[in-house]
């Protein structure tokens, strides 16, 4: 079974960083493109950046220059550092992972940003 766990959601004011991990635990094995996906209230939900198994980064044009993805492959981990956050980027934010042709979902972390 696999299990992605993400942290490091919560409420900041505009201008504000944060820094969401997303863990992967059980049978995953040869993880390929990690991503991370961002829904608002109403609205569908988006690609907001993803990195490749070997590191290359892609974003939406509404966070480049602001949003950064990583990745720790030892770890399972892929990162997102957000600075100058704005209240639009305000949403639950979801990391996806592929292994081996499967997708796998995260719970959701809530990111508010607001004054």
């Known amino acids: 079974q696999v299990r992605l766990v993400e942290s490091g959601g919560g409420l900041v004011q505009p201008g504000g960083s944060l820094r969401l991990s997303c863990v992967a635990s059980?049978?995953?094995?040869?993880?390929?493109?990690m991503t991370w996906y961002r829904q608002a209230p109403g609205k569908e939900r988006e690609l907001v950046a993803t990195?490749?198994?070997?590191?290359?980064?892609n974003y939406v044009d509404s966070v480049k220059g602001r949003f950064t993805i990583s990745r720790d492959n030892a770890a399972k981990t892929v990162y997102l550092q957000m600075n100058s956050l704005k209240p639009e980027d305000t949403a639950i934010y979801y990391c996806?992972?592929?292994?081996?042709?499967?997708?796998?979902w995260g719970q959701g972390t809530q990111v508010t940003v607001s004054s």
């Open positions: 996806y992972v592929i292994s081996r042709g499967f997708g796998y």
């Open positions: 990195i490749s198994s070997g590191g290359s980064t």
């Open positions: 059980g049978s995953i094995f040869s993880i390929g493109a």
